[in-house]
T-cell receptor, first 115, second 112 residues
Framework: DAGVIQSPRHEVTEMGQEVTLRCKPI?????LFWYRQTMMRGLELLIY????????DSGMPEDRFSAKMPNASFSTLKIQPSEPRDSAVYFC?????????????FGSGTQLSVL | KQEVTQIPAALSVPEGENLVLNCSFT??????LQWFRQDPGKGLTSLLL?????REQTSGRLNASLDKSSGRSTLYIAASQPGDSATYLC???????????FGKGTMLLVSP
């Protein structure tokens, strides 16, 4: 099992540029989550999908952020245009809903720096 | 809205000590609680999950307890080792239809 795979591991870009983060969940998992982690705010849920459908996007900070899940094995998080305050580590996680024992599995994250 | 607090924010101990990490949550009607470990530059790894009907879970040198009525959980690490150095995060799930709410974590350093 390869685990949750995220790319790129690091992204450095200039303010105003478009950034696309990618995620491949664990095969068979039908829930996918995008989180953002900063020192000040900790881990924040941005959006989550169930069976490729966005269920809750209330954590998406503004219209500059968008996420898609075109199929069960791929999701993207896009920021356009990017701003310095978007600098953070972005994590993707997946799970298989199994009731009270449902566990979340995280990718290694994408470290985003917007200059 | 559920809020999760972890105290202390950082902890430094010598190798061999037993230690306790604390997690508190504001809404006691939870579905389950998870403890995660995060190494620098890495993602989170689930360590222990306690269902709302359970009082504790154990895995090796780790023991997590849950007291829903007081809104608290503790992670006990026995005979700490330098390899235990990491950030430990607590996360609470309010229902079967909700997502996890995370604390900001406790950064642990175990020195040889």
């Amino acid at each position: 099992d390869a685990g949750v795979i995220q790319s790129p591991r690091h992204e450095v870009t200039e303010m105003g540029q478009e950034v696309t983060l990618r995620c491949k969940p664990i095969s068979g998992h039908n829930s996918l989550f995008w989180y953002r982690q900063t020192m000040m705010r900790g881990l924040e849920l941005l959006i989550y999908f169930n069976n490729n459908v966005p269920i809750d996007d209330s954590g998406m900070p503004e219209d500059r952020f968008s996420a898609k899940m075109p199929n069960a094995s791929f999701s993207t998080l896009k920021i356009q245009p990017s701003e310095p305050r978007d600098s953070a580590v972005y994590f993707c996680a997946s799970s298989l809903p199994t009731g009270p024992n449902e566990k979340l599995f995280f990718g290694s994250g994408t470290q985003l720096s917007v200059l | 809205k559920q809020e999760v607090t972890q105290i202390p924010a950082a902890l430094s101990v010598p190798e061999g000590e037993n230690l306790v990490l604390n997690c508190s949550f504001t809404d006691s009607a939870i579905y389950n609680l998870q403890w995660f470990r995060q190494d620098p530059g890495k993602g989170l790894t689930s360590l222990l999950l306690i269902q709302s009907s359970q009082r504790e879970q154990t895995s090796g040198r780790l023991n997590a307890s849950l007291d829903k009525s007081s809104g608290r959980s503790t992670l006990y690490i026995a005979a700490s080792q330098p390899g235990d150095s990491a950030t430990y995060l607590c996360a609470v799930r309010d229902s079967g239809y909700s997502t996890l709410t995370f604390g900001k974590g406790t950064m642990l350093l175990v020195s040889p």
